[in-house]
């Protein structure tokens, strides 16, 4: 995924005040993540990682037009979509795809 500056989409402002999570946090997620999915018609990846020992997921697009990526929703992993901690931690390992 290319390294490009971070614009906020529409909703992200809300979210990301919602959910209590900053613009650095998500900067450090993008700096430091793994690709989960690919959704390659849409141009867009869904990323995991963990800021100050937090994990999220962000989805996120390239905007080749503005030579940007688009913040579209950042969330934490949540059991009731089957991220358990072993998960989180066997995916950012590498030890195998996310059940």
Known sequence: MPRRPLRLGRDAPSKLAARRISEDEVHALLEDHVVVEVV??????????????????????DDELDDATVLISVYEPDVGH???TDTIDRTLRGDGPRE
Request: glycine share 12%; no cysteine.
């Open 40 to 61: 390659e018609e849409r141009n867009r990846y869904v990323l995991l990682g963990r800021v100050r020992g937090r994990a999220l997921i962000a989805v996120v697009a």
């Open 82 to 84: 089957g991220w358990t």
